[in-house]
């Protein structure tokens, strides 16, 4: 099929989505600043602005009460999910560094949601593997070690309620997924995500080309 009406990308385009859509807010914004400052070789492993508002929308599409995050960094996404969460809604942050995850723990707090955030320090898969195993999960997001996305996935497809939702960043893999030969282990074990993903027929899945590639799976 011809590809007629994707825009060739440019700056003053993404600009104007951007324009286009939720502005961060003042706790988000200064995160992103102090990730910046205090991380500098580290900060592009952040959410894109447009990830950010787009995951808040989806945790409000779905009316999502449980959310389970693997990969915290320093706590954009969690913030972006957690103030969409109703007051009674939780959110399990799974990352194994507590000194990128305070970060998040000071911007959760000044946005007045820390209560819905249970941060987990640990192996996410040794998280996982001790949460209840029936379904019971509306939205997960995946954006932790390539190399473990096939391992976190089967753990959370069975744990995802019918209807909920499965996002997994970074699938494009800064185009690596296309061009296997040239792939380094991380972006070989993406295309073999998104391969496994694509043929599982527990989910009904779509990959999107937002920021470095996202993929929407719905728990059949």
Request: charged share 20%; net charge negative.
């Amino acid at each position: 099929m011809a590809d007629s009406k994707r825009p060739a990308p440019s700056s003053a385009l993404h600009a104007y989505v951007l324009a286009h859509n939720p502005s961060p807010d003042a706790v988000q914004r200064e995160l992103v600043a102090r990730t910046r400052a205090a991380l500098p070789d580290h900060a592009g492993m952040q959410i894109a602005q447009e990830q950010g508002a787009l995951l808040a929308f989806l945790v409000r599409l779905i009316g999502a009460r449980h959310v389970v995050e693997i990969g915290t960094f320093t706590g954009l996404s969690t913030l972006c999910m957690a103030r969409a969460l109703p007051p009674e809604g939780k959110l399990v942050a799974c990352d194994v560094s507590a000194e990128w995850a305070a970060y998040g723990r000071a911007a959760w707090q000044r946005a007045d949601v820390a209560d819905r955030v249970d941060l987990r320090i640990a192996p996410a898969l040794q998280t996982l593997r001790a949460m209840p195993p029936e379904p019971h999960v509306d939205l997960a997001f995946i954006d932790a070690d390539k190399q473990g996305y096939l391992a976190y996935w089967e753990e959370l497809v069975p744990r995802m309620r019918p209807g909920g939702l499965i996002a997994a960043d970074n699938v494009c893999y800064g185009g690596e997924v296309a061009d296997l030969p040239s792939a380094s282990p991380n972006g070989a074990a993406i295309h073999a995500f998104n391969e496994y993903v694509l043929a599982d027929s527990r989910v009904d899945s779509v990959m999107l080309e937002v920021a470095d590639g996202l993929t929407l799976a719905r728990r059949r």
